[in-house]
């Protein structure tokens, strides 16, 4: 008998295999694809030699992840590669707001009357920044915080909806970034601990930027299931898991799966049965004849850029698509180029860029028109550009990947006290009501992001019982 079966190869179901396997228990793990990824995969979705990222492509999470920095990821490949700029928001004026590494830049481009202001509520916690990302990426109740003073602190500035963060802003630069940053999880900016999504994407920019994987998001994917391998773990691919009898005995499951799926599976009835899915998104890869065209020069360097002209036009399109069930007439654009920092994705010359923008949760429109309205906006003669696209909205998303239930990429709403406590009302959200069965998921605590610290978490949780009996 196995002591542990993991469901889903995504990077938590791929964390937390290797987190058992590295303590020395047997473990397998099932993928119903034909290769391991979930939302890090990367894939020739356009012309020949254009490597796209489906789903995640920059990774300020990864790069800080308490997990991924404990394991030897570089020894299998996994090399992280910066741009010159974390991020860019361009307005259309052709000036820019930016995320650099350096705090002064930063605080710097949002104007003499705001840069104070930023400094002020970031400049605290970047000392100690390692030790409150593990304090807030591992909870809850999987450790002890480290320094519980300085997660206090950033609970007060972070627990707050972000409108209120915002008003320690005068001008609409500083605002429309923090808005932007905000919208990275798809929540409305109104909504509970939107402060703390915010703070943390700024923080993580600060201490080791946004980077890319060199040759891809799969690179990622690749090296922890190296790792698995090493450890003696088992990985089937192509397996698709309808019930528990399909999968070897085991002394505990662990699924990387939504909480719908997992309840099917498991025969768990109703038990996620409040469990909301947010907002699905509509995503473009493009294959390019050269680099996007952006006015701001900050923009032709950064490896992320956020289009949205405002934080009221940001905070529209989202209510757009959360709350009042339509498609934005102008989009909130989330815009990763590869390329600036990783030349490996296009032949010479030319460029992979990805965009995508919010929609309601299982929409069937197209949004490629007004996507491309917003990046001519921004890029003017985006579109003779264009070499090849390929787009994707919730139901093509949903059916490359089962857990964007609907479109959601985020697997699940990060909304309301399910920003914090998901999926369910409970101290150990990682457990389920069958003593063996485990979900470690996006759908768990710290949430959406390839980071792997929900298979981390979840993992000590089953190496602990395991133990115990």
């Given at each position: 008998?196995?002591?542990?079966?993991?469901?889903?190869?995504?990077?938590?179901?791929?964390?937390?295999?290797?987190?058992?396997?590295?303590?020395?228990?047997?473990?397998?793990?099932?993928?119903?694809?034909?290769?391991?990824?979930?939302?890090?995969?990367?894939?020739?979705?356009?012309?020949?030699?254009?490597?796209?990222?489906?789903?995640?492509?920059?990774?300020?999470?990864?790069?800080?992840?308490?997990?991924?920095?404990?394991?030897?990821?570089?020894?299998?490949?996994?090399?992280w590669l910066q741009p010159e700029l974390p991020m860019a928001h361009p307005f259309p004026d052709g000036s820019a707001a930016v995320l650099s590494r350096s705090l002064a830049e930063t605080a710097a481009s949002f104007g003499p009357r705001d840069a104070g202001a930023y400094r002020r509520l970031v400049q605290p916690f970047l000392p100690r920044w390692d030790t409150l990302a593990r304090d807030f990426m591992s909870l809850p109740l999987t450790a002890l915080p480290r320094d519980p003073v300085t997660l206090a602190r950033f609970g007060l500035a972070g627990l707050p909806p972000s409108t209120w963060l915002m008003r320690r802003f005068r001008d609409e630069k500083a605002k429309a970034l923090l808005a932007g940053l905000v919208a990275h999880v798809m929540a409305p900016l109104s909504g509970f601990a939107t402060s703390a999504i915010g703070l943390v994407f700024a923080l993580a920019a600060h201490a080791r930027g946004w980077p890319v994987a060199r040759g891809g998001s799969q690179a990622i994917s690749d090296a922890l299931a190296a790792h698995l391998r090493d450890l003696g773990g088992q990985i089937h691919t192509d397996y698709e898991v309808k019930r528990l009898d399909d999968l070897p005995p085991a002394r505990a499951y662990v699924f990387d799966t939504s909480p719908t799926a997992l309840a099917r599976i498991a025969g768990l009835g109703d038990l996620y049965g409040r469990y909301r899915y947010g907002p699905g998104v509509f995503k473009i890869d493009y294959a390019l004849d050269g680099p996007v065209p952006w006015t701001a020069p900050e923009a032709r360097v950064a490896g992320t850029v956020q289009i949205g002209a405002s934080s009221q036009e940001i905070g529209t399109a989202l209510r757009a698509a959360s709350r009042e069930g339509r498609a934005p007439d102008a989009p909130f654009l989330i815009t990763v180029q590869p390329g600036v920092a990783d030349p490996t994705r296009a032949p010479e010359g030319k460029q992979v860029f990805w965009a995508y923008g919010h929609v309601p949760n299982g929409w069937t429109g197209d949004l490629t028109d007004a996507i491309e309205r917003q990046l001519e906006r921004f890029a003017p003669g985006f579109r003779d550009r264009v070499l090849a696209r390929a787009t994707a909205g919730p139901p093509e998303l949903a059916a490359r990947n089962a857990n964007y239930v609907g479109g959601d990429i985020a697997t699940g709403a990060v909304t309301g006290l399910q920003a914090v406590l998901r999926p369910r009302l409970s101290l150990f959200p990682y457990a389920t009501p069958h003593p063996a069965v485990y979900i470690c998921s996006s759908a768990t605590p710290p949430g959406p992001g390839v980071h792997g610290m929900s298979g981390h978490n979840a993992a000590k949780a089953v190496w602990r019982r395991l133990r115990q009996t």
């Open positions: 008998m196995l002591d542990a079966v993991v469901v889903g190869a995504g990077p938590n179901g791929l964390t937390a295999a290797v987190e058992l396997a590295r303590r020395g228990f047997t473990v397998a793990l099932f993928e119903a694809r034909d290769t391991v990824g979930g939302g890090a995969r990367t894939e020739e979705l356009t012309l020949p030699g254009f490597r796209h990222d489906p789903c995640a492509a920059a990774h300020p999470l990864g790069i800080n992840s308490p997990a991924f920095r404990a394991l030897p990821l570089e020894r299998y490949g996994l090399e």
